[in-house]
């Protein structure tokens, strides 16, 4: 029997899904079938992030330097996205989950952003759920495109740049309209950000695993949310403080 979801589950959790490659060359696979595994762990992942009760889901999919991967993986993975977006269009509407993306998509192949909009679009009125996707994502690109758009607003007069404050400045990241994550979770024993949100990770609870990404199941998940509901988050203050509430 599974065991019961915590209490109180964090509202985003952000993963990054590493360790296809590795789980294909234990078995003697292309590095292409470890990546097909890992869609199938996308499938059991999205749904028991509802199950437990997470809002946001974010997944590191396709980062801005996975370009210098080979060719024939880049189009694989390529492929597999357009797979993954045809084959949940529908599941996505059932269960009512709104998918969005951050990243430089317009430098994606032409039928994957059409794959991508159709699927944005169809369920862009959900509110409950959210499934975001990282592709052609990079933490120091979406930093160097907010300050560019800042930068804009402020020649037109709609940003003072006397009063910039993360609040105002961080409305230009591609994150604008999500929460910060609460969990970040990585598999395949790697312990760092890859250039992954890192801002946005500011106060994120980190969870790493040596699971590899297609052998990940809900238990895992299970499993890092109990973690993280074992946490202390102090935001800078006092356990004191936390226990009795601010003065
Ligand atoms: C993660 O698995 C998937 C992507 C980066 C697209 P990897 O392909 O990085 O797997 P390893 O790290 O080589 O095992
Ligand atoms: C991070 O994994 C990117 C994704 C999971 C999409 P990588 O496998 O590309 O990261 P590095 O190169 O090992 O840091
Ligand atoms: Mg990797």
Same mark, same amino acid.
């Given at each position: 029997?599974?065991?019961?979801?915590? !209490?109180?589950?964090?509202?985003?959790? #952000?993963?990054? %899904?590493?360790?296809?490659?590795? /789980? !294909?060359?234990?078995?003697?696979?292309?590095?292409?079938?470890?990546?097909?595994?890992?869609v199938e762990t996308v499938r059991t992942v999205v749904d028991a992030a509802r199950e437990l009760g997470i809002r946001y889901l974010t997944l590191y999919a396709f980062s #801005?330097?996975? /370009?210098?991967?080979?060719?024939?993986?880049? $189009?694989?993975?390529?492929?597999?996205?357009?797979?993954?977006?045809k084959r949940e269009l529908n599941n996505l509407i059932k269960e009512k989950v709104r998918l969005h993306t951050i990243g430089r998509t317009e430098?994606?192949?032409?039928?994957?952003?059409?794959?991508?909009?159709?699927?944005?679009?169809?369920?862009?009125h959900f509110t409950e759920w959210n499934l975001v996707l990282a592709l052609n994502y990079g933490a120091q690109t979406e930093a160097a495109d907010a300050a560019r758009a800042y930068a804009v !607003?402020?020649? !037109?007069?709609?940003?003072?740049?006397?009063?910039?404050? /993360?609040?105002?400045? $961080?409305?230009?990241?591609?994150?604008a309209d999500l929460p910060d994550p609460d969990l970040l979770i990585r598999t395949s024993g790697e312990m760092r950000l890859s250039?992954?949100?890192?801002?946005?990770? #500011?106060? #994120?609870? %980190?969870?790493f695993t040596p699971t590899l990404w297609p052998d990940f199941g809900r238990a895992d998940l299970v499993a890092a949310v109990g973690e993280f509901g074992r946490r202390e988050r102090r935001f800078g203050a006092t356990t004191e403080q936390i226990k009795t509430g601010p003065r």
């Open positions: 029997m599974s065991p019961p979801p915590p !209490a109180q589950p964090p509202l985003h959790v #952000a993963i990054i %899904m590493d360790g296809n490659g590795r /789980w !294909a060359k234990a078995r003697g696979l292309p590095r292409l079938e470890g990546h097909r595994r890992g #801005a330097e996975n /370009w210098k991967r080979p060719g024939e993986e880049v $189009s694989g993975l390529m492929g597999l996205l357009d797979f993954f977006l430098a994606l192949p032409p039928n994957v952003q059409r794959e991508l909009e159709r699927v944005k679009e169809a369920t862009k !607003a402020v020649q !037109a007069g709609r940003e003072n740049s006397d009063e910039a404050t /993360w609040e105002k400045f $961080s409305r230009y990241f591609y994150t250039n992954f949100l890192m801002l946005q990770l #500011a106060y #994120a609870e %980190m969870v």
